[in-house]
């Protein structure tokens, strides 16, 4: 039987816009002060224990909410409510201070907050480029009437991404070093997802990075595909992930262990049942049918790449968003 799937909004507006991994700011609304009831109490009496997941409205996440709904993680003893927030600058602090046990954002800004001295760890991977450049989630676009046909052709262009500093311009900036271009020469302006493709139709701008369903999107308004910023300078790249913090996995080992191996579950049932998970994307998010059957969807794994992960690491601190990379061990619960 389907469970009912329960919605903590973090603002109205969240539940209507598509927005990025890593972008946004906190709220504070949806969270609850209340501490982690211990995963002991799952096992008494058949209860289940009651866990607040920070989660961005988009495809990414599609995993999790399918996890909820078929009820993989009340298999695992957990009553799940998804918080909808912004991105990662609202659900970190959220984690942090105990609101949420569990948080999801995009692997480079983990990576930031672990060298920052955030007491931040990944428990379960989140989605993953298909590997494939010509069928990718994410692609750098441009208009109909540009004369770009390659990444290297947007040397000393204006590219729009959704946050400065962060995963897609350092993706893009690796790409357009490894086409011989030079990416200082790059001009990285911040806007939000839901923004690009008016501002490329309106030539502000050159390219966007844009991820799905912005893919989509723009390219039914005639915009063109010319770099996969996932899926080509690093192999099978992890975009995104979720974690906790140190003292949650020091004091409630086991309830980490039960949402770790739920999660995994839920990527597997996304990977098995890929219409299911398009189907789901309407709970959270305001897709209209014919964008979601166009779009596509990320790869969703259970095991992290750790060479992914150690990629992106290498990459935050070539272009100085880090001062030291992470230990592998202090970045994932292995």
Same mark, same amino acid.
């Given at each position: 039987?389907?469970?009912?799937?329960?919605?903590?909004?973090?603002?109205?507006?969240?539940?209507?816009?598509?927005?990025?991994?890593? $972008?946004?700011?906190?709220?504070?609304?949806?969270?609850?002060? +209340?501490?982690?009831?211990?995963?002991? $109490? +799952?096992?008494?009496?058949?209860?289940?224990?009651?866990?607040?997941?920070?989660?961005?409205?988009?495809?990414?996440?599609?995993?999790? !909410?399918?996890?909820?709904?078929?009820? @993989?993680?009340?298999?695992?003893?957990?009553?799940? %409510? #998804?918080?909808?927030?912004?991105?990662?600058?609202?659900?970190?602090?959220?984690?942090?201070?105990?609101?949420?046990?569990?948080?999801?954002?995009?692997? %480079?800004?983990?990576?930031?907050?672990?060298?920052?001295?955030?007491?931040?760890? @990944?428990?379960?991977?989140?989605?993953?480029?298909?590997?494939?450049?010509?069928?990718?989630?994410?692609?750098?676009?441009?208009?109909?009437?540009?004369?770009?046909? $390659? #990444?290297?052709?947007?040397?000393?262009?204006? =590219?729009?991404?959704?946050?400065?500093?962060?995963?897609?311009?350092?993706?893009?900036?690796?790409?357009?070093?490894?086409?011989?271009?030079?990416?200082? &020469?790059?001009?990285?302006?911040?806007?939000?997802?839901?923004?690009?493709?008016?501002?490329?139709? +309106?030539?502000?701008?050159?390219?966007?990075?844009?991820?799905?369903?912005?893919?989509?999107?723009?390219?039914?308004?005639?915009?063109?595909?010319?770099? *996969?910023?996932? /899926?080509?300078?690093?192999?099978? #790249?992890? @975009? +995104? *992930?979720?974690?906790? %913090?140190?003292?949650?996995?020091?004091?409630?080992?086991?309830?980490?262990?039960?949402?770790?191996?739920?999660?995994?579950?839920?990527?597997? !049932?996304?990977?098995?049942?890929?219409?299911?998970?398009?189907?789901?994307?309407?709970?959270?998010? &305001?897709?209209? /049918?014919?964008?979601?059957?166009? #779009?596509?969807?990320?790869?969703?794994?259970?095991?992290?790449?750790? *060479?992914?992960?150690?990629?992106?690491?290498?990459? &935050?601190?070539?272009?100085?968003?880090?001062?030291? =990379?992470?230990? %592998?061990?202090?970045?994932?619960?292995?």
């Amino acid at each position: 039987m389907m469970r009912n799937l329960r919605v903590a909004a973090v603002g109205a507006a969240a539940l209507l816009a598509l927005t990025a991994c890593g $972008s946004g700011s906190p709220t504070g609304e949806g969270a609850t002060d +209340a501490p982690a009831a211990g995963s002991e $109490s +799952a096992a008494a009496g058949g209860e289940l224990t009651p866990i607040e997941v920070g989660v961005i409205p988009i495809v990414d996440v599609a995993p999790i !909410y399918l996890g909820v709904e078929q009820g @993989i993680f009340e298999d695992h003893g957990l009553d799940v %409510t #998804l918080t909808l927030a912004q991105g990662g600058a609202a659900i970190v602090p959220a984690v942090q201070s105990g609101q949420m046990e569990f948080g999801f954002s995009n692997v %480079t800004s983990l990576i930031i907050g672990r060298d920052a001295g955030l007491p931040l760890k @990944i428990v379960a991977t989140g989605p993953q480029t298909t590997g494939e450049a010509e069928d990718d989630f994410a692609h750098v676009m441009v208009s109909e009437d540009s004369d770009v046909t $390659s #990444l290297a052709d947007l040397e000393g262009k204006r =590219i729009a991404v959704n946050t400065l500093n962060n995963i897609n311009d350092s993706v893009i900036s690796e790409g357009m070093k490894q086409e011989g271009g030079d990416p200082e &020469s790059i001009e990285y302006v911040e806007m939000a997802f839901p923004d690009m493709v008016a501002q490329l139709e +309106a030539g502000n701008v050159d390219a966007i990075g844009a991820v799905e369903p912005f893919v989509t999107l723009s390219e039914a308004g005639g915009a063109k595909r010319v770099y *996969a910023q996932y /899926a080509e300078p690093v192999p099978d #790249l992890s @975009i +995104a *992930a979720y974690f906790t %913090t140190d003292q949650m996995i020091e004091q409630d080992p086991e309830l980490v262990e039960a949402f770790t191996a739920a999660m995994k579950e839920s990527q597997q !049932y996304a990977t098995d049942h890929p219409e299911e998970a398009k189907a789901v994307l309407p709970e959270y998010t &305001s897709l209209e /049918a014919d964008v979601i059957e166009e #779009l596509t969807m990320p790869r969703f794994p259970q095991d992290h790449d750790v *060479a992914s992960l150690e990629r992106i690491a290498e990459l &935050s601190l070539e272009t100085g968003l880090i001062d030291e =990379i992470p230990l %592998t061990e202090d970045l994932i619960v292995q």
